[in-house]
Structure formats: structure tokens, C-alpha cells
């Protein structure tokens, strides 16, 4: 009796065994989705923009798009927008026009409209969040102009990968600190946490307007970070740029940092890494020097409640090499050397006075100034009832930083210029 009832079980594991997967689906029957555009709409509430890369065989004379994709060039992708009441719906919309079913389990980019952004952005990040096929890591934008042209245009030269030419762009924050990087997971969670509020970086397409050939001069200083997207003086390369800062208050873009203010941003939130800033020469205000900034240490951060006030002490810790001189001045030298720490000093405390000023009248910390003061408080129902997104702006806030210089690169010392007037001694 015992063989018929084994010889069934093992009829049954075998049958079990020859099954397939019904709904698994082949690589050529998806299309994997890159980066997605959000727009307010026209014929409906929402515009979303699908860049979907291609996956065919590229012929040899062809060229992969970039520079906006010009006409005689071949591009690697294609895009489709659609206006819908939400991203799913977009996405049944757009799918109307595939022979493939939509997939964004790779999408890299969330570029969302300015315009949109000011308006709120919390009805359709929400309305994504439950997907299984919307990945956490997905980096969030927010683009000057519309999304869609900037989703259309997005093909990045150097490269036909386009995906690993995302992550290349936004890696390149941890050698200029000019923008921060946000994922989409960081976002949300700012934006239901007490301590925080929420930034995203600012891009923008470049037209190239601001790179004058000829015409009158910039007088006086001008640093490298004093711009945001789409205003840089350049030419060449990639249409698009990442330069600023993009600052909510809730879910509703308030404000913008540029390029220097989201540099000292990072160091409070303890996220820069390194950059090479350029300052004016202490001895001569016509002169640059340039400095390769690194943090040396995390940055100190006190919180204290004074009353109903909070009182805030940031000190930061940071070191450098010197990367450029312009003038002869010796400041290698043991006497010399704290004059030029002294002005870097002064430099970045005046940032950062600039930019927590800003952030206070824009009623937004960003700086994550909550998750130290939270502790001053016994309850989480106490920390709600005081309120300290609203009562950051009435902060009273104080700035310190510590700065050496390590290393002076190649040279150990600046020897002077000499020409047919000197007269052969040391300056």
C-alpha cells in the first residue's frame, strides 16, 4: 500500500517540477524606462515624460544623441510624454503606443518642473510610492524650465551608456560640493520627519548666453560657486548642467541655494567632501588663490533651548592644500601662512552666515538642526508641540570655523619675479 502512494508523490514533484513561470516576460518584451519628466499639464492635471533608451543594434556610422540631440544624429533613446491624472495612468497611456510593457525599475532620474515644484510636489510622490517597480534610490531633480524638454534633450556625451553616465553626474557632488544628492527615499522622509526639511539639487539646461566673447570685463570677485543651473559662463560640452540647490518648505519649493551656499550647506549636514575654492589674495583683492578643501573632522553642532527660542553654535573643521598662487607673496611661510587661513576663515564664515540667514527667512531648516535639539525634549508628543519647523526662523544662530593649511603642493616656497630693475635681493 506504501509503493502506490509514493509513486503518486513523486509523480506530483515531477509534474510540479516542468512548470513555468506564466507571467515571467523576456528582455526584449520590456521597456526599461531611464528617467521620468514631471510637468503640471495641459489636457490634464500631470504631464510625465518617459526616456526610454533603445536597444538595438547601433550601425557603424552612426552616433549615439547628445548635444540635444541634433538633426543628423543618431539617438540612443526615444521619449514620449503623456498628460494623465497620475503616473500610472501615464503609464497605460504611453504604453498604447509600445509594442513592449513599460518597466522603471531602472529609472534613474525623477526630473520634476520648478513651476511644478512650487506648487507642491507631495500628490504624486505619494502616488508613486507604493510600486514595487519604483526604486528608493531613484535620484530626484528639479529642473528650471519644463521637464520635458529637458528629459528630451538629456543625452550625455563622452558616453552612450546613458544610465552610467547618471550616476557619473551625480558622483562628481563629491568633488565640487556644488549640489547635493537626493534620493527619492531621503526625500519623502523629510518631508513626513519633524527634524528636517527637504532639498533637492537645481539643473537646468544651458544655452550657452553667458559665455561672452568680447565685451566689458568682470570687475572684482567672482567665485566659481555663484551660480545656480543654466547660469554658468560656459561653452561646450553637454547642454545641461548641476549647479544649486532647491529648498522646500513642506512640499512647496520656497527658495534656492547657489553653488557657494550649497557648498557650506554640506558641511554643516556633514555630507562635503571635498571642492577647490577659490578666494580673493589678502594682499591683493585682483589676485586668486585657490585652496583644495576637504572636511577634517565632522562638524560640531550644539542646540540649545533658550526659553522658546532655540540657540544654535556650528563650528566646523576644515583643512586644505594649496592648489594655486597668483600673486609672488610667500605664503608658505610661517608668517604669512596664517594670513591666508585667517582670510579662508573669514571667507567661508561669511557664507555661512549668508545662507543660514536665508534658510531662517525662508522658515526652512535644511541643515538638520532638529535632530540635535530634538534631545532637550523627554516625549516625542513634547518635540511635536513645540513645533520646530516653525520655530527655526526665530533662531539665534552662531558660526565658527578652524581651518589649516596641510600642504602647499609642489613648491616649498614662492620665490619673487625678477626682471631688469631688481636688484638681486629677496622680497
Not at 106 to 132: C, D, P, Q
Not at 163 to 185: C, P, R, V, W
Amino acid at each position: 500500500m506504501r509503493k502506490p502512494g509514493i509513486l503518486v508523490l513523486l509523480c506530483v514533484f515531477a509534474i510540479s517540477s516542468l512548470t513555468g513561470c506564466f507571467d515571467a516576460r523576456e528582455i526584449d518584451q520590456w521597456a526599461y524606462v531611464y528617467t521620468i519628466g514631471v510637468d503640471k499639464g495641459v489636457s490634464n492635471q500631470l504631464r510625465f515624460t518617459f526616456q526610454i533608451p533603445s536597444l538595438k543594434q547601433e550601425s557603424g556610422g552612426g552616433k549615439s544623441g547628445g548635444s540635444g540631440g541634433q538633426a543628423g544624429e543618431q539617438k540612443n533613446y526615444t521619449t514620449i510624454s503623456v498628460d494623465a491624472p497620475t503616473f500610472f495612468a501615464g503609464v497605460n497611456m504611453a504604453e498604447s503606443s509600445f509594442s513592449r510593457m513599460m518597466n522603471y525599475m531602472h529609472a534613474k532620474y525623477l526630473v520634476i518642473s520648478e513651476e511644478l515644484a512650487r506648487e507642491g510636489v507631495e500628490r504624486f510622490l505619494n502616488g508613486m510610492v507604493r510600486s514595487r517597480q519604483i526604486r528608493r534610490i531613484m535620484y530626484i531633480l528639479i529642473v528650471k524650465g519644463k521637464a520635458s524638454e529637458y528629459v528630451g534633450k538629456l543625452s550625455p556625451l563622452l558616453t552612450g551608456a546613458i544610465s552610467k553616465a547618471q550616476e557619473g553626474f551625480m558622483s562628481t557632488n563629491k568633488d565640487t560640493g556644488l549640489f547635493i544628492q537626493a534620493t527619492y527615499h531621503n526625500f519623502i522622509k523629510d518631508l513626513k520627519t519633524t527634524y528636517r526639511m527637504p532639498a533637492a539639487p537645481l539643473t537646468s539646461m544651458n544655452d550657452f548666453s553667458n559665455f561672452k566673447e568680447s565685451g566689458d570685463k568682470q570687475e572684482g570677485f567672482k567665485s566659481e560657486g555663484d551660480y545656480i543651473a543654466g547660469e554658468l559662463p560656459r561653452k561646450g560640452g553637454n547642454d545641461f548642467e548641476f549647479i544649486g540647490t532647491a529648498l522646500f518648505d513642506g512640499d512647496k519649493m520656497v527658495g534656492e541655494l547657489n553653488g557657494d551656499e550649497t557648498r557650506v550647506m554640506s558641511m554643516i549636514r556633514g555630507e562635503f567632501q571635498k571642492a577647490s575654492i577659490a578666494i580673493a589674495d589678502p594682499k591683493n583683492s585682483k589676485l586668486r588663490i585657490t585652496i583644495d578643501t576637504k572636511i577634517q573632522k565632522k562638524p560640531s553642532i550644539k542646540v540649545s533651548i533658550n526659553g522658546d527660542k532655540p540657540v544654535i553654535h556650528v563650528k566646523l573643521f576644515l583643512e586644505g592644500d594649496l592648489q594655486n598662487l597668483q600673486s609672488p607673496t610667500e605664503y608658505e611661510s610661517v608668517k604669512l601662512k596664517p594670513v591666508l587661513e585667517n582670510a579662508f576663515k573669514a571667507y567661508i564664515k561669511g557664507l555661512l552666515d549668508k545662507t543660514v540667514d536665508k534658510c531662517k527667512s525662508l522658515h526652512v531648516d535644511v541643515f538638520g538642526f532638529g535632530e540635535k535639539a530634538v534631545m532637550h525634549f523627554l516625549t516625542i508628543q513634547e518635540w511635536e508641540a513645540y513645533n520646530w519647523k516653525g520655530k527655526f526662523k526665530d533662531a539665534q544662530v552662531t558660526t565658527e570655523v578652524d581651518f589649516t593649511i596641510r600642504r602647499t603642493g609642489t613648491l616649498l616656497k614662492t620665490n619673487p619675479t625678477r626682471n631688469s630693475h631688481s636688484k638681486g635681493e629677496n622680497k
